[in-house]
């Protein structure tokens, strides 16, 4: 079964680092997500990026973060620099037809953790 | 209450027995997800209802979707040890281009072996 592949699974920064979260959607998969879940609470959207462009962000995606698909394969989340609330378990998902019509294949997540 | 808020929050039944979740929402949607989570680890999906559907089954998983009531149900038969996990309801909104899903606060399901 196809898979959404994150990595690291796990990665400690010190606060005001940069951070690089890597993702490999699923080969045929044209909708990328960038969610993250602060423990104990909700899982929270943060991005949607198609045909090479965020479609939608919300308002925890500030100018700390960024989004890019820098290589046709590999869909990477960046946190310029990092703050102690930044620690959260961030997930990759990727869809082939958006949310409208199928659930996400998610990957297993990276737990980031902001010391 | 938020959209997508799951009850009972937490759950614990013997193994063998039916357990079942609750999801409520606000907005109209154009469908209806439930995922699992295992402790710290990743989601994966289980079910998708559309809005137009009422029932749908995959396995021992049972959903309903009361589009009226704005309500969904999952419901597990016959459960096991390895259901013991979190799961959540999960929306879309209806407007186009909405491409976010918003999650419910998730039930924890134990079971007694």
């Known amino acids: 079964e196809p898979e959404v592949t994150q990595t690291p699974s796990h990665q400690v920064t010190q606060m005001g680092q940069e951070v690089i979260l890597r993702c490999v959607p699923i080969s045929n998969h044209l909708y990328f997500y960038w969610y993250r879940q602060i423990l104990g609470q909700k899982v929270e959207f943060l991005v949607s990026?198609?045909?090479?462009?965020?479609?939608?962000k919300s308002e925890i995606f500030d100018d700390q973060f960024s989004v890019e698909r820098p290589d046709g394969s590999n869909f990477t989340l960046k946190i310029r620099s990092t703050k102690l609330e930044d620690s959260a378990m961030y997930f990759c998902?990727?869809?082939?037809?958006?949310?409208?019509?199928?659930?996400?294949?998610f990957g297993s997540g990276t737990r980031l953790t902001v010391v | 209450s938020q959209q997508g808020e799951e009850d009972p929050q937490a759950l614990s039944i013997q193994e063998g027995e039916n357990a079942t979740m609750n999801c409520s929402y606000k907005?109209?949607?154009?469908?209806l997800q439930w995922y699992r989570q295992n402790s710290g680890r990743g989601l994966v999906h289980l079910i998708l209802?559309?809005?137009?559907?009422r029932e749908k089954h995959s396995g021992r998983l049972r959903v309903t979707l009361d589009t009226s009531k704005k309500s969904s149900s999952l419901l597990i038969t016959a459960s096991r040890a390895a259901d013991t996990a979190s799961y959540f309801c999960?929306?879309?909104?209806?407007?186009?281009?909405?491409?976010?899903?918003?999650f419910g606060t998730g039930t924890r399901l134990t079971i007694i072996p």
């Open positions: 209802i559309r809005s137009n559907e």
């Open positions: 990026f198609y045909n090479n462009e965020i479609s939608e």
């Open positions: 907005t109209s949607i154009n469908n």
């Open positions: 999960a929306t879309d909104a209806i407007s186009f281009g909405n491409e976010k899903l918003t």
């Open positions: 998902a990727s869809s082939v037809s958006g949310v409208f019509n199928y659930g996400y294949t």
